[in-house]
């Protein structure tokens, strides 16, 4: 099961910044947060991840609260190409340490002329 | 950037058929894969961790024999549907790691497999 909780849809004015939260209150303290989108029929694209700093890099900011129990992915100015499904993972610790990456059903972005 | 290459990208066969999608890693060593399986207007459903060298672990439900994968070398894993049927029509997509952790997942484009 995801350990992950999104709105399952937001609406942002091109331009203008996007902000995406989500909720991982059972995140454990050595578990990472992760950010992925999906285009459509498209392989989920990385966008940016964090342990307990704020992240920033070329495609977004990511904020994590200072309790690690959610976050919020800033895309500061939204283009129609950043229609998408934003996916918020955490990291999963295996057995054997695999790390894989559990999706759950992910925010779908529209962003509006 | 690391990059992962899918192939083929899309795929229609016949029932009854078995199919086998490639996962490559181009410009690193993958010692972890992630198969993936996606459904129209559903999220990404984990199927199996493969390690190089060693037996694909299945996620629960995820009939191993039906889904044969093969990590036989640190850049290659492969994913073959056995005696496809059309249920198993999907968009199926890998992933790859260096290691896993603080390191992001690279994926593939994904393959779209259509059963007749």
């Known amino acids: 099961d995801a350990k992950t909780t999104q709105p399952p849809s937001m609406d942002c004015a091109e331009g203008r910044a996007a902000n995406l939260p989500c909720n991982h209150s059972t995140i454990s303290g050595n578990e990472y947060v992760y950010w992925y989108r999906q285009i459509h029929s498209q392989g989920p694209q990385y966008i940016i991840h964090g342990l307990k700093n704020n992240e920033t890099n070329e495609m977004a900011s990511l904020i994590i609260t200072e309790d690690r129990k959610s976050s919020t992915l800033i895309l500061p100015h939204a283009t129609l190409r950043d229609t998408a499904v934003y996916y918020c993972?955490?990291?999963?610790?295996?057995?054997?340490?695999?790390?894989?990456?559990?999706f759950g059903q992910g925010t779908t972005l529209q962003v509006k002329p | 950037g690391a990059v992962v290459s899918q192939h083929p990208s899309r795929v229609i066969c016949k029932s009854g058929t078995s199919v086998k999608i490639e996962c490559r890693s181009l410009d690193f060593q993958a010692t972890t894969m992630f198969w993936y399986r996606q459904f129209p207007k559903q999220s990404l459903m984990l199927m199996a961790t493969?390690?190089?060298?060693?037996?694909?672990?299945?996620e629960q439900g995820v009939e191993k024999d039906k889904f044969l994968i093969n990590h036989a070398s640190l850049t290659l894993s492969t994913l073959t549907v056995t005696s496809a049927h059309p249920e198993d029509s999907s968009f199926y997509i890998c992933?790859?790691?260096?290691?896993?952790?603080?390191?992001?997942?690279?994926f593939g484009s994904g393959t779209q497999l259509s059963v007749l």
């Open positions: 493969s390690n190089e060298g060693s037996k694909a672990t299945y």
């Open positions: 993972i955490v990291r999963v610790e295996g057995s054997s340490n695999t790390g894989k990456l559990i």
């Open positions: 992933s790859a790691s260096r290691k896993w952790r603080g390191e992001k997942l690279f």
